[in-house]
């Protein structure tokens, strides 16, 4: 089945710097890649999602990467704000989805 | 638009009690729904999987006879742990997708305390 790998597992940045966050899969069959934003006590929020056939996809300060050969992928967040403190999530998906163990994410002001 | 809910958001119920989760797709029909755990500080782990109108399908381990789920319309799933023990205490969270679309929306989960 499907494995993945997500890194770091914490990371702190300065507000206003930028923030990366990788993961890796397994399946090759994976053809659906989203982000989820989770803050304490909520469910995952969507943040961005990126099929196989695309190799970027950007929306304003978020920019997510997909290398189908490598079989990562990748977030980033530019000028990051206090606010987007929280765990994120990275998921691969066939059929289901499989998730990444998290990155909790500082943004110190 | 897609919205999804659960209900209760929170519960604490008693050692050996029933509880039922309730997850709706408020302004899509799911023809999908999941049902996920999550300990303090990991990550989802997937528990099942229900389409509606059929039986659902457990993920290894997950033992069907004390999580049962029903989907019975396009817009309800509900999770029932039966005679729930303390280590059943946990984060419950839904999810819903269209059709044969890969996205999954996510509902605000439900805490579970069983004292």
């Known amino acids: 089945g499907e494995n993945v790998e997500q890194h770091p597992s914490t990371l702190s940045v300065q507000e206003g710097d930028s923030a990366v966050i990788k993961c890796t899969y397994s399946?090759?069959?994976?053809?659906?890649f989203p982000w989820y934003k989770q803050e304490l006590g909520k469910g995952p929020q969507l943040i961005i999602d990126?099929?196989?056939?695309?190799g970027e996809k950007k929306d304003q300060r978020i920019a997510v990467t997909l290398n189908k050969t490598a079989k990562h992928f990748s977030l980033h967040i530019t000028e990051t704000q206090p606010e987007d403190s929280a765990v994120y999530f990275c998921?691969?998906?066939?059929?289901?989805?499989?998730f990444g163990k998290g990155t909790k994410l500082t943004v110190n002001p | 638009g897609a919205v999804v809910s659960q209900h209760p958001s929170w519960v604490i119920c008693k050692s050996g009690t029933s509880v039922k989760i309730e997850c709706r797709s408020l302004?899509?029909?799911?023809?999908?729904m999941f049902w996920y755990r999550q300990f303090p500080k990991q990550s989802l782990m997937l528990m099942a999987t229900?389409?509606?109108?059929?039986?659902?399908?457990?993920e290894q381990g997950v033992e069907k006879d004390k999580f049962l789920i029903n989907h019975a319309s396009l817009t309800l799933s509900t999770l029932t742990v039966t005679s729930a023990h303390p280590e059943d205490s946990s984060f419950y969270i839904c999810?819903?997708?269209?059709?044969?679309?890969?996205?999954?929306?996510f509902g605000p989960g439900t805490r579970l305390t069983v004292l």
């Open positions: 229900s389409n509606e109108g059929s039986k659902a399908t457990y």
């Open positions: 998921a691969a998906s066939y059929s289901g989805l499989v």
């Open positions: 990126i099929r196989s056939n695309v």
């Open positions: 302004d899509f029909q799911a023809t999908t």
């Open positions: 399946d090759s069959a994976s053809n659906y």
């Open positions: 999810s819903a997708r269209q059709g044969a679309l890969n996205e999954q929306f």
